[in-house]
């Protein structure tokens, strides 16, 4: 997997251990993306939005009922509905989230 | 750069703005959504702008000149405005326009002499990555960083001396929105069209462009190289955030918001759409008492006048909706509101982006239609593409002003403030609703069903919108509005006007029924007959396919008084020729039918063919008419009496 280190750690706090998906990560807390299970193209799409494997992305608010909800990623906020962010999968967490 | 002039000389259909012959100097901007590409555009064109669509897409096309300001350079430069993309592979239709344009392969588009990339500076690393495919194709390029003001105020620092070195093209720093460091745009466009600009090869290499990790990591490189140091995040735009999507306040504002939209366009445009249709009466009173009697004049004051000024009366309500939008967007806030929106939207197998299109086609369906061009997803586009007309357009509000007027007594409802009228005109604007949801769940889960839907949308800053841009847009729109009550309304009008004047007898217009349009109102009946309509009806429902409001100038004249001026002794007659089972179904039949020749020609553009709107115009016409039938048939049973 790549190593990149383009995303701002503001954000970042101490990653879940439970998280493993985009959608299980509480707000506030930053996550690793490991990798999208998603077609091609709407993979390729994500990744356009800086949704790429080894990027830093921080769960921010939700639309008011909890659907969809609002992530940091690579300098920008994007929406996406629980169900695609269940299929972004976060690399299992070691304690802390670094920026290699 | 020769064989660029080449095929400006012998490109086919080549485009209005592109006719001034092979000393046309072709430049194309091309950014990332949310870059500041149509604020720079504007910037630069101002109102020497065309819309269009590409040839043979629904893409659109906007074609400008540049204000040149050089005194040395006679050349014009067309500035050709490419669809934001966030690189060039070819998987949208966006993209593929994109590509085909730089190649110089989309027909009626010389290829470019020069590329204005524009990329918003605050989010520079992502933004950089389309320098890569753009710069590979060695077209001379000016890579405009965009949001200056942004940059500055928030802490960002780039070098672009070094970022220029790097590319091997010139670097601006600018403020599209602020009109800051413009002048280097314009110096460049100059040089380029001058051929004094020469191309410096990149001093980093090229990513290999399919790999989008590995471009992203390439601009990382090149940001880093050139000192750039991200903004803080943007605060205001978060506190606002916690306002704009808080679980109450958040739906709340949003509910304000619609609501006032809807208030503005009906009671704050009403003084100014009393005052146009003043001016309209007494012109037209006027050209009556100055002309002598002729056939012109009947033709000039009661068809082209009283009809073509029936539809005018509109323009004040479009343009304070396209006001709205215009702030809504350029605010960022309707962003938000999608986001609000998705939720219920996704319950009727939408989505989030479908319900600013939606809310538009309250005014018309025209607009509406356009606007779901920020629908990626090509079903859901569709789905509310062919749901939009059923949304009770401005156009319908005088048929129903009428009709209520005529057959509903005006007792209280709820109050004195809603009585039974404001409650028919109400209970209209639910049905078209109900039946535009209805038609989005029955094609959602048959011909246009979608495996999995992802929505994505980037939530931009909040910005404070320009009245520059604004203005352009209302121009933009009441050109578009103007044109359609000048082509098509004004044709309709003068065709009904002769259908009802011939075949001329002992040199004496024909009595109506007589005339060719009485012919076609007798040959229509014994079809509408069930609904509850006559003849007179029929030459009214035949009129209204070209555009709903004009049924109201038509039965008018048909029943020899002034139509919407003298509203009163329409109603009178239409009291005594209709019965009220026929009037309910005739307000059915207007909040279903697809009455517009505009909605119809516009969804074939942006279908690309005649398919859609068949269908949609038979399925809309099916219901209308078999919901006017039952409709009839209720009310003359007599259950509500």
Same mark, same amino acid.
């Given at each position: 997997?790549?190593?990149?280190?383009?995303?701002?750690?503001?954000?970042?706090?101490? %990653?879940?251990? @439970?998280?493993?998906?985009? !959608?299980?990560?509480? /707000?506030?807390?930053?996550?690793?993306? $490991?990798?999208? &299970?998603?077609?091609?193209?709407?993979?390729?799409?994500?990744?356009?939005?800086?949704?790429?494997?080894? %990027?830093?992305? @921080?769960?921010?608010?939700? !639309?008011?009922?909890? /659907?969809?909800?609002?992530?940091?990623? $690579?300098?920008? &906020?994007?929406?996406?509905?629980?169900?695609?962010?269940?299929?972004?999968?976060?690399?299992?967490?070691?304690?802390?989230?670094?920026?290699? | 750069?020769?064989?660029?002039?080449?095929?400006?000389?012998?490109?086919?259909?080549?485009?209005?703005?592109?006719?001034?012959?092979?000393?046309?100097?072709?430049?194309?901007?091309?950014?990332?959504?949310?870059?500041?590409?149509?604020?720079?555009?504007?910037?630069?064109?101002?109102?020497?702008?065309?819309?269009?669509?590409?040839?043979?897409?629904?893409?659109?096309?906007?074609?400008?000149?540049?204000?040149?300001?050089?005194?040395?350079?006679?050349?014009?430069?067309?500035?050709?405005?490419?669809?934001?993309?966030?690189?060039?592979?070819?998987?949208?239709?966006?993209?593929?326009?994109?590509?085909?344009?730089?190649?110089?392969?989309?027909?009626?588009?010389?290829?470019?002499?020069?590329?204005?990339?524009?990329?918003?500076?605050?989010?520079?690393?992502?933004?950089?990555?389309?320098?890569?495919?753009?710069?590979?194709?060695?077209?001379?390029?000016?890579?405009?960083?965009?949001?200056?003001?942004?940059?500055?105020?928030?802490?960002?620092?780039?070098?672009?001396?070094?970022?220029?070195?790097?590319?091997?093209?010139?670097?601006?720093?600018?403020?599209?929105?602020?009109?800051?460091?413009?002048?280097?745009?314009?110096?460049?466009?100059?040089?380029?069209?001058?051929?004094?600009?020469?191309?410096?090869?990149?001093?980093?290499?090229?990513?290999?462009?399919?790999?989008?990790?590995?471009?992203?990591?390439?601009?990382?490189?090149?940001?880093?190289?050139?000192?750039?140091?991200?903004?803080?995040?943007?605060?205001?735009?978060?506190?606002?955030?916690?306002?704009?999507?808080?679980?109450?306040?958040?739906?709340?504002?949003?509910?304000?918001?619609?609501?006032?939209?809807?208030?503005?366009?009906?009671?704050?445009?009403?003084?100014?759409?009393?005052?146009?249709?003043?001016?309209?009466?007494?012109?037209?009173?006027?050209?009556?008492?100055?002309?002598?009697?002729?056939?012109?004049?009947?033709?000039?004051?009661?068809?082209?006048?009283?009809?073509?000024?029936?539809?005018?009366?509109?323009?004040?309500?479009?343009?304070?909706?396209?006001?709205?939008?215009g702030i809504l967007e350029d605010s960022g806030y309707l962003a938000r509101a999608a986001l609000i929106a998705d939720r219920t939207m996704a319950k009727f197998g939408l989505q989030g982006k479908s319900f600013i299109p939606l809310i538009s086609a309250y005014a018309c369906a025209v607009p509406a239609i356009m606007a779901t061009r920020t629908i990626e997803n090509k079903r859901d586009r569709l789905a509310t593409i062919l749901i939009a007309p059923f949304m009770t357009c401005s156009a319908r509000l005088p048929v129903y002003t009428l009709i209520i007027a005529a057959f509903i007594a005006d007792r209280p409802l709820l109050g004195h403030f809603f009585g039974m009228q404001a409650g028919a005109l109400l209970g209209l604007y639910v049905l078209g609703f109900v039946a535009a949801i209805a038609t989005a769940r029955l094609l959602k889960s048959s011909i246009l069903k979608t495996e999995r839907v992802p929505f994505v949308l980037e939530m931009p800053p909040y910005r404070w919108p320009t009245l520059r841009s604004l203005g352009l847009r209302l121009i933009d729109r009441s050109k578009v509005f103007l044109r359609r009550a000048g082509t098509v309304i004004l044709l309709v009008i003068v065709v009904l006007w002769v259908l009802e004047n011939l075949p001329v007898k002992n040199?004496?217009?024909?009595?109506?029924?007589?005339?060719?349009?009485?012919?076609?109102?007798?040959?229509?009946?014994?079809?509408?007959?069930?609904?509850?309509?006559?003849?007179?009806?029929?030459?009214?429902?035949?009129?209204?396919?070209?555009?709903?409001?004009?049924?109201?100038?038509?039965?008018?004249?048909?029943?020899?008084?002034?139509?919407?001026?003298?509203?009163?002794?329409?109603?009178?007659?239409?009291?005594?020729?209709?019965?009220?089972?026929?009037?309910?179904?005739?307000?059915?039949?207007?909040?279903?039918?697809?009455?517009?020749?505009?909605?119809?020609?516009?969804?074939?553009?942006?279908?690309?063919?005649?398919?859609?709107?068949?269908?949609?115009?038979?399925?809309?016409?099916?219901?209308?008419?078999?919901?006017?039938?039952?409709?009839?048939?209720?009310?003359?049973?007599?259950?509500?009496?």
């Amino acid at each position: 997997m790549l190593q990149m280190s383009v995303n701002s750690g503001s954000d970042a706090a101490p %990653h879940s251990a @439970v998280a493993r998906t985009l !959608a299980q990560l509480p /707000e506030g807390e930053a996550g690793v993306l $490991d990798r999208l &299970e998603l077609p091609d193209d709407i993979a390729r799409r994500l990744m356009e939005l800086g949704f790429l494997p080894g %990027h830093i992305i @921080v769960p921010a608010r939700s !639309a008011p009922g909890g /659907e969809p909800r609002v992530y940091r990623v $690579d300098g920008s &906020e994007v929406a996406l509905r629980r169900e695609t962010a269940s299929h972004l999968i976060l690399r299992p967490s070691n304690g802390k989230v670094s920026e290699t | 750069m020769s064989d660029c002039h080449d095929c400006a000389g012998c490109a086919v259909a080549v485009a209005p703005a592109l006719q001034k012959g092979a000393r046309t100097h072709v430049v194309a901007i091309i950014g990332p959504p949310n870059s500041g590409k149509s604020t720079l555009f504007n910037r630069l064109t101002g109102l020497r702008q065309k819309v269009a669509n590409f040839p043979g897409v629904t893409v659109e096309q906007r074609v400008g000149k540049a204000k040149m300001h050089g005194a040395t350079n006679h050349n014009d430069v067309v500035l050709v405005d490419l669809p934001g993309v966030y690189s060039l592979n070819p998987r949208s239709e966006d993209e593929q326009v994109t590509r085909d344009v730089l190649a110089g392969t989309m027909p009626g588009i010389p290829k470019p002499d020069a590329v204005l990339l524009i990329l918003d500076c605050t989010n520079l690393g992502r933004h950089l990555v389309l320098a890569a495919p753009i710069l590979s194709l060695k077209l001379p390029t000016l890579v405009i960083l965009n949001m200056a003001d942004d940059l500055k105020s928030r802490g960002g620092h780039v070098d672009t001396a070094e970022l220029a070195n790097e590319l091997g093209s010139p670097v601006a720093l600018i403020s599209a929105s602020k009109g800051q460091g413009i002048e280097k745009v314009f110096q460049f466009m100059e040089g380029t069209s001058a051929g004094t600009t020469s191309l410096a090869p990149p001093r980093v290499e090229l990513p290999v462009l399919q790999d989008i990790p590995r471009c992203r990591q390439w601009a990382h490189d090149v940001g880093t190289g050139a000192a750039y140091h991200a903004p803080a995040p943007p605060i205001w735009t978060r506190r606002l955030d916690s306002v704009f999507l808080h679980p109450i306040a958040g739906p709340l504002i949003f509910l304000i918001v619609v609501a006032g939209v809807f208030q503005t366009i009906f009671k704050g445009a009403r003084p100014l759409m009393d005052g146009l249709q003043a001016f309209i009466q007494t012109s037209g009173q006027w050209i009556e008492h100055t002309l002598p009697p002729s056939i012109f004049r009947s033709l000039l004051v009661d068809g082209i006048w009283s009809g073509v000024g029936a539809v005018i009366v509109f323009l004040p309500q479009i343009l304070l909706l396209f006001l709205f939008i215009g702030i809504l967007e350029d605010s960022g806030y309707l962003a938000r509101a999608a986001l609000i929106a998705d939720r219920t939207m996704a319950k009727f197998g939408l989505q989030g982006k479908s319900f600013i299109p939606l809310i538009s086609a309250y005014a018309c369906a025209v607009p509406a239609i356009m606007a779901t061009r920020t629908i990626e997803n090509k079903r859901d586009r569709l789905a509310t593409i062919l749901i939009a007309p059923f949304m009770t357009c401005s156009a319908r509000l005088p048929v129903y002003t009428l009709i209520i007027a005529a057959f509903i007594a005006d007792r209280p409802l709820l109050g004195h403030f809603f009585g039974m009228q404001a409650g028919a005109l109400l209970g209209l604007y639910v049905l078209g609703f109900v039946a535009a949801i209805a038609t989005a769940r029955l094609l959602k889960s048959s011909i246009l069903k979608t495996e999995r839907v992802p929505f994505v949308l980037e939530m931009p800053p909040y910005r404070w919108p320009t009245l520059r841009s604004l203005g352009l847009r209302l121009i933009d729109r009441s050109k578009v509005f103007l044109r359609r009550a000048g082509t098509v309304i004004l044709l309709v009008i003068v065709v009904l006007w002769v259908l009802e004047n011939l075949p001329v007898k002992n040199g004496q217009p024909p009595a109506i029924a007589d005339s060719f349009a009485g012919m076609i109102g007798h040959a229509v009946e014994p079809a509408i007959k069930p609904l509850g309509f006559n003849w007179k009806i029929g030459i009214g429902l035949v009129s209204s396919i070209a555009a709903r409001e004009v049924i109201v100038g038509t039965l008018g004249t048909i029943y020899h008084s002034e139509g919407t001026s003298e509203s009163v002794g329409l109603r009178k007659a239409l009291q005594s020729d209709l019965s009220p089972g026929g009037a309910v179904a005739l307000l059915v039949f207007f909040a279903f039918a697809m009455q517009c020749m505009s909605t119809i020609a516009v969804v074939r553009r942006e279908t690309g063919g005649w398919k859609w709107p068949a269908i949609q115009f038979s399925y809309m016409t099916f219901l209308a008419y078999l919901c006017a039938l039952i409709t009839n048939e209720v009310v003359r049973s007599g259950i509500f009496t």
